[in-house]
């Protein structure tokens, strides 16, 4: 390789994250809202561009940090987008990423140096995002339809302590159907991923429903 040929310089590398949760039986994505250009004023995916004296991991988890105070974030890669037009700027390589946690665990910064805004967005509510954000966006949900079958996936989801209406209704929300929810029960019991905590989530007006956990080092298994 020519260090020197003009081909190489003034190319970059984006990490672009879709970060979804579960908040009143629907799934979510969170956006950030742009204070610089190009693109101010737009939502977008958190995301920033890579440093030279990082990996990609190290900046992507800085990244994530500097834009929603979420640390110790599991990311998994799925795609790359290399359009030569995707930042206005200059030749910026985007990488992306899917991550999926529970809400209630994080409390996300609203306001930072490059953003005025994050919150979580219903996924049919997505508006028009910044750079090429809306496709990244798109494919991130397939992936994530995809992926949710493994227990890592849906352990994020989760409380540790869940029962198995909390447990469909992750399922669903993502895939956006609907399950009896006697047959759903009967075979994720049936799988033997779950451990019987012995105790009982008291519902108010409702019929008290067992509590569970998944057991440690189990296999993915299909649970729909």
């Given at each position: 390789?020519e ?18 949760t ?9 956006l ?8 101010k ?17 190290d ?29 206005p ?15 209630e ?13 994050a ?6 509510d ?9 496709k ?21 989801l ?8 909390m ?12 399950y ?7 075979k ?6 779950l ?12 019929k008290?429903a ?7 080092n ?7």
């Amino acid at each position: 390789m020519e260090c020197t040929n003009p081909l190489y310089k003034n190319q970059g590398i984006h990490t672009v994250n879709a970060i979804f949760t579960i908040e009143d039986a629907k799934l979510k994505v969170l956006l950030i809202k742009r204070s610089n250009e190009p693109f101010k004023d737009m939502w977008a995916l958190v995301s920033g561009a890579i440093y030279n004296n990082e990996t990609f991991e190290d900046g992507t988890s800085r990244e994530i940090y500097e834009k929603t105070g979420l640390q110790n974030i599991k990311t998994k890669k799925f795609e790359v987008y290399s359009n030569l037009d995707r930042s206005p700027d200059m030749r910026m390589l985007g990488i992306a990423n899917i991550c999926v946690i529970n809400c209630e665990k994080v409390n996300i910064i609203k306001q930072t140096r490059n953003t005025y805004d994050a919150n979580w967005f219903d996924i049919i509510d997505v508006p028009t995002l910044a750079f090429d954000h809306s496709k990244i966006f798109i494919d991130a949900v397939n992936y994530l339809k995809e992926q949710i079958y493994k227990n890592d996936m849906v352990r994020a989801l989760l409380p540790n302590e869940f029962t198995i209406p909390m447990l469909q209704c992750v399922y669903e929300a993502v895939l956006n159907t609907t399950y009896d929810r006697r047959n759903f029960s009967k075979k994720v019991l049936g799988l033997d991923l779950l451990k019987d905590l012995k105790k009982q989530e008291e519902l108010a007006g409702k019929k008290p429903a067992k509590l569970y956990a998944f057991k440690a080092n189990i296999n993915d298994k299909k649970i729909i």
